[in-house]
């Protein structure tokens, strides 16, 4: 028996389940302070006896196993989770095997696996949300490097019309902070779900998510480019990016069929907790080896 552990910045979601995919219990809560949201989640996992943990965490995290704060969850804005011994506190409850990775990385392990891209060995997964994420699987493993990529900060061209200084706290105008829900609710006064009927505001929205699109299949030309979160939830936002991306593209490259090609999450809003439980999955297979 494997649990998963996902934990977001509103909430945290575990299930207990298998590396099919299959969850025998699912739960959630909300995502508090680690001396409140952990020890329910220690209490969920201890009816079971499990073999192996897997965490899709919410960021930066240090997934560094040489690093002295391996397992960690570093710099958050959340303060309550700053230094937080993540990996640690469950090893030491439950004296198993943990995985440790980011949500977006469980995200595209899960859809690589059992998703939308299952069956190929790329692709990425991205959601916009309450931040903007990615997590790429390349030549069938998880993409690392010295840390985690971080591609929700890259930059991109400002619309000429568009006047929002943006919301990213480190760099004001990068993606996510023109194009993360909390961005669109600044610049248009309104939540996101309220805004459906304004079609402007999801063609700006695509015109940012294309950019970053291109940018991302230009290096690492991904099989598939799977985009969940809250704002995705806006159909309009897809049918913008495809419009966009060829525009930008202009047949530099071949791009494959877009409907296709950027598509909703195989496995909907499961795609996270599953992809934990393959982190689990992993990390009870490296300690057999
Ligand atoms: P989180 O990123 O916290 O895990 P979500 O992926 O649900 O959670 O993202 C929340 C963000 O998505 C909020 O900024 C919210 O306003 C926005 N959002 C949620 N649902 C919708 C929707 N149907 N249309 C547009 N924006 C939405
Ligand atoms: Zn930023």
Request: charged fraction near 20%; charge should be negative; aromatic fraction near 8%.
């Amino acid at each position: 028996m494997l649990g998963a552990i996902e934990a977001g910045g509103t909430k945290f979601v575990c299930a207990v389940g298998d590396e099919t995919g299959n969850i025998v219990e699912q739960t959630q809560f909300p995502t508090t302070v680690p001396n409140e949201t952990i020890p329910q989640v220690m209490e969920f996992f201890k009816k079971y006896q499990l073999d192996a943990i897997g965490i899709g965490s919410f960021g930066p995290i240090d997934v560094n196993r040489d690093s002295l704060t391996y397992g960690y969850i570093t710099s958050t804005p959340k303060t309550a989770w700053k230094n937080y011994p993540f990996v640690q506190a469950l090893k030491e409850a439950f004296d198993v095997p943990v995985g440790f990775n980011t949500d977006v990385n469980a995200a595209a392990l899960g859809e690589a696996a059992l998703g939308a891209a299952k069956g190929l060995d790329s692709c990425l997964y991205i959601t916009v949300g309450t931040g903007i994420g990615a997590g790429a699987v390349v030549q069938g493993k998880l993409l690392q490097g010295l840390s985690h990529p971080e591609m929700g900060h890259i930059l991109v061209r400002r619309h000429p019309d568009d006047q929002y200084q943006g919301k990213c706290p480190y760099h004001h105008d990068c993606l996510e902070g023109l194009a993360a829900g909390p961005a669109i609710e600044e610049r248009w006064g309104e939540k996101g779900v309220n805004l459906a009927e304004r079609a402007e505001v999801w063609d700006l929205e695509g015109y940012y998510l294309a950019q970053a699109l291109m940018q991302y299949m230009l290096i690492l030309s991904p099989k598939k480019i799977i985009l969940g979160g809250g704002v995705m939830h806006q159909e309009q936002v897809f049918t913008a990016i495809r419009k966009y991306l060829p525009e930008l593209v202009n047949d530099y490259i071949a791009l494959p069929e877009l409907s296709d090609y950027i598509v909703s999450p195989g496995l909907g809003d499961k795609a996270g907790i599953t992809g934990s439980l393959l982190l689990a999955h992993q990390a009870r297979q490296e300690e057999i080896r």
